[in-house]
């Protein structure tokens, strides 16, 4: 291998985009005895990663995927909170949509209300009359649903005691 190549992958390698393979032709490359002064640091540095193996504690490694399982857990947050703010959005030009549309039917009906109310009468004694007539009808019909409301809660009323007495 030139030192062109091994340049290359060591960029690659310092960067984290080496495969395995081309991580072991790294090692295998640097960890010989004779190689280009250029490269001796980075030597040190895969002498070290390859002599050195460390056992990690339970509760380091316990703690290790915890903390890497929060990262999960934020990512998820953020998606969920991106789909919120999405939805959101659409809510809020749906509402807009309804209430432009609303207010122009509202413009329209108010046109067709202003020719339904006009008056009827053109003598306001006649008007005077005819609404007179009508409370008196009004007053009649509510009176007789008075009553028949009366009649039921005295019913209720009998009905309740003789459940009261029969509880007893």
Do not use: H
């Amino acid at each position: 291998m030139n030192t062109t190549n091994i340049k290359n992958l060591l960029e690659k390698f310092y960067r984290g985009e080496t495969s395995p393979e081309e991580e072991k032709a790294l090692a295998d490359f640097l960890l010989r005895d004779n190689i280009p002064d250029e490269f001796l640091s980075d030597k040190k540095l895969f002498r070290a990663l390859n002599e050195t193996s460390v056992e990690v504690p339970l509760e380091s490694s316990r703690a290790i995927e915890l903390f890497i399982d929060s990262f999960e857990e934020k990512e998820l947050s953020e998606r969920k909170t991106k789909t919120l703010n999405i939805k959101y959005w659409i809510i809020g030009a749906a509402a807009s949509l309804a209430l432009i549309f609303g207010v122009k039917l509202f413009q329209e009906n108010q046109q067709i209300e202003s020719t339904l109310f006009t008056d009827t009468y053109n003598d306001p004694n006649d008007a005077y009359r005819a609404t007179m007539d009508a409370l008196q009808l009004f007053s009649k019909n509510f009176s007789k649903g008075v009553e028949s409301v009366e009649k039921a809660n005295a019913q209720l009323e009998k009905a309740q005691e003789i459940i009261n007495k029969s509880t007893k």
